[in-house]
């Protein structure tokens, strides 16, 4: 069964920066495409950013433009996501996702069109 695990976040304050991680299993991590998405309390899942399956085409959202960077690490199955200057908007938990098939036409912005989920890790913010 495929499992993905988030890692790399924490409480720090407005415009700091921290990596995020997720460590992908139970598949190979190759012809997979990959997702970014946040949740803040109270609020719908949003999309963050994505990633095609060979790392040729990234999209992310206008709320993180210009601070956000989505990668991924064949050799090591990790999907990483860089976050430059922090702001307590940003604060929410974070998933990574994944949909179960390798050759996948679904709307990469939507939470709906992806399958499998990390348990998500919490960025908090401060002013």
Not at 35 to 63: L, Y
Not at 70 to 87: H, P, V, W
């Amino acid at each position: 069964q495929v499992q993905l695990v988030e890692s790399g976040g924490g409480l720090v304050q407005a415009g700091d920066s921290l990596r995020l991680s997720c460590t992908v299993s139970g598949r190979s991590f190759g012809y997979y495409c990959m997702a970014w998405f946040r949740q803040a309390p109270g609020k719908e899942r949003e999309f963050v950013a994505f990633i095609s399956w060979s790392g040729g085409s990234t999209v992310h959202a206008d709320s993180v433009k210009d601070r956000f960077s989505i990668s991924r690490d064949e050799a090591i199955n990790t999907l990483y996501l860089q976050m430059d200057n922090l702001k307590p908007e940003d604060t929410a938990v974070y998933y990574c996702a994944t949909p179960e098939r390798a050759f996948w036409s679904g709307a990469l912005n939507s939470k709906d069109d992806y399958d499998y989920w990390g348990q998500g890790t919490q960025v908090t913010v401060s002013s």
